[in-house]
């Protein structure tokens, strides 16, 4: 599968086709599961500081909270690292 993008050239405003292959998808798709792993990760060790849990209880506590508010649980652990920022 190939799906067409277009670009605008900076010089002429012409659109040129810019093709991406399935193999840039799946690339695009491992870099966001990469980065939803390491967001978990993070809001787990924050929440084993907070809580005094293990890692596994972290993990657990992200699920039900995030069940019981109807969010998904990786926007949740989103919340929770951005909270250390501030």
């Not at 900076?10 to 040129?16: A, F, L, Q, V, W």
């Not at 060790?45 to 699920?63: P, V």
């Amino acid at each position: 599968m190939t799906e067409t993008l277009s670009t605008a050239s900076e010089s002429t405003g012409h659109r040129e086709p810019m093709s991406t292959t399935n193999d840039d998808v799946e690339f695009g798709r491992w870099i966001d599961d990469r980065f939803r792993y390491a967001v978990l990760e993070e809001a787990a060790g924050i929440l084993m500081q907070r809580r005094n849990c293990s890692a596994q209880e972290a993990a657990a506590y992200l699920r039900r909270t995030a069940h019981a508010l109807r969010v998904d649980v990786n926007g949740l652990a989103l919340l929770v690292v951005d909270s250390t920022l501030h």
